[in-house]
């Protein structure tokens, strides 16, 4: 059983910063790559950016240049650094990793608001 534990996540003011994590119950480096996706309320669920057990790093188009995700493997987390941050960055973040089969954690809610 893997779990994934993202903490992080609160209101911050439009052009703020904010650090993402997501803990993993397992080693990073079992898994083929990890994710982090959001979801914003009435909006399909979106990949923001990817990490593979390459280093390898992807982004979407909207965040990139802005976001970017990293790892500790001592700690066996994952974090997406958010800078400039903009009130369509609003959404639920989520973590995912994939080993065989798709990992989810539960989410932390950003918020980004004057």
């Known amino acids: 059983q893997v779990q994934l534990v993202e903490s992080g996540g609160g209101l911050v003011q439009p052009g703020g910063s904010l650090k993402l994590s997501c803990a993993s119950s397992r080693r990073l480096f079992d898994f083929d790559y990890m994710a982090w996706y959001r979801q914003a309320p009435g909006k399909e669920r979106e990949l923001v950016a990817t990490?593979?057990?390459?280093?390898?790093?992807t982004y979407a188009a909207s965040v990139k240049g802005r976001f970017t995700i990293s790892r500790d493997g001592a700690k066996n987390t994952v974090y997406l650094q958010m800078n400039s941050l903009k009130p369509e960055d609003t959404a639920v973040y989520l973590c995912r990793a994939w080993a065989s089969q798709p990992y989810w954690g539960q989410g932390t809610r950003v918020t980004v608001s004057s």
């Open positions: 990490i593979y057990s390459s280093g390898t790093a």
